[in-house]
């Protein structure tokens, strides 16, 4: 398994463009979500999936769009950066059944600066 | 709303020795999980231990232990016998019990520095 994998590592963006961060799991997890992580602080939710085709926003969604076609997948698109967006993003997913539905698997993250 | 506060920003100790990280939480939920991450600087989030509300017996995994107050909401990580690769960020994270608890808050961090 290769677990939770995100790509690019890293990138640099222009204000204004747009791009996507994506993130794949191969643990079947039903549960999907993005953070962020700014200097000096923790990690906090931007949007999550509970399954396909279901998507809910977190406690900092705004300039971030998220889709889930399929199970494995949960693309976080940016749509006009910003220099507030500078950041390090973190994808996760979990089970919701099970006897581990308590325990999230974090991905490498994603450093993103937008100059 | 949930809250996770680490008061301490930055620790250090010396190699072999041991070391308390602290961390308190504000909620109203009786069923919940808490949760030690570590943050090496190579970035990946590593779970160290883990705690459910419900068990008033406090986890251990090898030379990491916890103190869960429920009643006082704090829930400090020990690091015993501390090696130079505990050096990380430690970060406190809360998620409430069930399906919809999914959402992990974290605290703030602290940066520990084991030194030789």
């Known amino acids: 398994n290769a677990g939770v994998t995100q790509t690019p590592k890293f990138q640099v963006l222009k204000t204004g463009q747009s791009m996507t961060l994506q993130c794949a799991q191969d643990?079947?997890?039903?549960?999907m979500s993005w953070y962020r992580q700014d200097p000096g602080m923790g990690l906090r939710l931007i949007h999550y999936?509970?399954?396909?085709?279901?998507?809910d926003q977190g406690e900092v969604p705004n300039g971030y769009n998220v889709s889930r076609s399929t199970t494995e997948d949960f693309p976080l698109r940016l749509l006009s950066a910003a220099p507030s967006q500078t950041s390090v993003y973190f994808c996760a997913s979990k089970t919701v059944s099970g006897a581990s539905t308590d325990t999230q698997y974090f991905g490498p993250g994603t450093r993103l600066t937008v100059l | 709303a949930q809250t996770v506060t680490q008061s301490q920003p930055e620790m250090s100790v010396q190699e072999a020795e041991t070391v308390t990280l602290s961390c308190t939480y504000d909620t109203s939920e009786n069923n919940y999980y808490l949760f030690w991450y570590k943050q090496p600087p190579s970035r990946q989030m590593i779970l160290v231990i883990r705690q459910e509300a419900y068990k008033q017996q406090n986890a251990t995994e090898n030379r990491f232990s916890v103190n869960f107050q429920k009643a006082a909401k704090s829930f400090s990580l020990k690091i015993s016998d501390s090696q130079l690769g505990d050096t990380a960020m430690y970060f406190c994270?809360?998620?409430?019990?069930?399906?919809?608890?999914?959402?992990?808050?974290f605290g703030g961090g602290t940066r520990l520095m084991v030194k030789p």
């Open positions: 643990m079947n997890h039903e549960y």
């Open positions: 999936s509970v399954g396909a085709g279901i998507t």
């Open positions: 994270a809360f998620m409430k019990e069930g399906n919809a608890g999914n959402m992990l808050t």
